[in-house]
């Protein structure tokens, strides 16, 4: 979710997102235009176990808002 989406998430207002329902791994994500992410997890109450090994900056263009936010 970009920023204002995951606000309205925290809040319980309306929001849209990017992904879907995955119950297999690896997953792949790409997100559709510049701006900071936020990658949610939401298991509907389930204890599920989440690991993040690699996140890709494959733009990182001069000048956009990647370039000024490091991946980590």
Known sequence: ???DHYQAYLDG???RYHGGFYDVSPVVLEVPYDDYWYLVVDSNGRRIKVQVTQ???RVNRP???HDQ???A
Do not use: A, L, N
């Open 1 to 3: 979710m970009d920023g």
């Open 13 to 15: 207002d309306q929001y």
């Open 55 to 57: 996140v890709v900056d």
């Open 63 to 65: 000048g956009s808002r």
């Open 69 to 71: 936010c490091p991946v």
